[in-house]
């Protein structure tokens, strides 16, 4: 069974150059959920781990608030604190937050997220994070997110892991991954310029 070749011809959303491979998300990452807790467990008391919920995640930033809740550490798995280049998304959202994600720029050793956010830990950091966020934040990505959502009460939606593990990835050289990051960055700065 591990053997058997799958025809994805018609699930491949655009054509990429022919140095470039198709890859689930699966494939390249891990996903892990956050942290589940009881209510009366969080705390506000800087004691423990913290943790950043949906409203932490901002488009490419990760802001740390002074409303932040805290739970004790034996809660809190050792893999689901936040590591240096991890993606963070939320898995439970409004439709116009879907595809919302930060990059950590460093091991956050206290630090983990609700179980209503994912954690996409990529096999290979660096360079790769940063163009899997860029692509994962792309309007592609995002209305693929979209389509795969579950509504989840008035206005919410739910992006299952499993179906997020299945997002086709398009990956190109790691010279030209490097290219890739250098030109959004470039934009990126124009714009805040």
Same mark, same amino acid.
């Given at each position: 069974?591990?053997?058997?070749? $799958?025809?994805? /011809?018609?699930?491949?959303?655009?054509?990429?150059?022919?140095?470039?491979?198709?890859? @689930?998300?699966?494939?390249?990452? /891990?996903?892990? /959920?956050?942290?589940?807790?009881?209510?009366?467990?969080?705390?506000?008391?800087?004691?423990?781990? @913290?943790? $950043? @919920?949906?409203?932490?995640? $901002?488009?490419?930033?990760?802001? $740390?608030?002074?409303?932040?809740?805290?739970?004790?550490?034996?809660?809190?798995?050792?893999?689901i604190l936040l590591k240096s280049g991890d993606i963070v998304t939320p898995a439970v959202t409004s439709l116009e937050n879907i595809g919302k994600m930060a990059r950590v720029e460093e091991d956050m050793q206290n630090v983990t997220v609700g179980g209503f956010v994912f954690i996409i830990r990529p096999f290979y950091v660096n360079t790769f994070s940063q163009y899997l966020l860029y692509f994962m934040s792309s309007p592609t990505a995002i209305e693929y997110m979209k389509s795969i959502t579950n509504k989840s009460g008035q206005a919410f939606y739910n992006i299952g892991k499993e179906r997020l593990a299945t997002t086709l990835i398009p990956i190109p050289p790691l010279c030209e991954q490097e290219r890739i990051c250098r030109q959004i960055e470039n934009v990126f700065s124009k714009i805040k310029g």
């Amino acid at each position: 069974m591990d053997n058997e070749t $799958l025809d994805i /011809t018609e699930q491949i959303p655009f054509d990429i150059p022919s140095q470039w491979s198709w890859v @689930r998300l699966k494939g390249v990452c /891990t996903i892990y /959920t956050g942290a589940t807790f009881k209510k009366e467990e969080a705390k506000q008391d800087n004691k423990g781990i @913290r943790v $950043l @919920r949906g409203g932490n995640i $901002l488009p490419f930033q990760l802001q $740390l608030k002074p409303d932040d809740i805290y739970i004790s550490k034996e809660k809190v798995k050792s893999n689901i604190l936040l590591k240096s280049g991890d993606i963070v998304t939320p898995a439970v959202t409004s439709l116009e937050n879907i595809g919302k994600m930060a990059r950590v720029e460093e091991d956050m050793q206290n630090v983990t997220v609700g179980g209503f956010v994912f954690i996409i830990r990529p096999f290979y950091v660096n360079t790769f994070s940063q163009y899997l966020l860029y692509f994962m934040s792309s309007p592609t990505a995002i209305e693929y997110m979209k389509s795969i959502t579950n509504k989840s009460g008035q206005a919410f939606y739910n992006i299952g892991k499993e179906r997020l593990a299945t997002t086709l990835i398009p990956i190109p050289p790691l010279c030209e991954q490097e290219r890739i990051c250098r030109q959004i960055e470039n934009v990126f700065s124009k714009i805040k310029g």
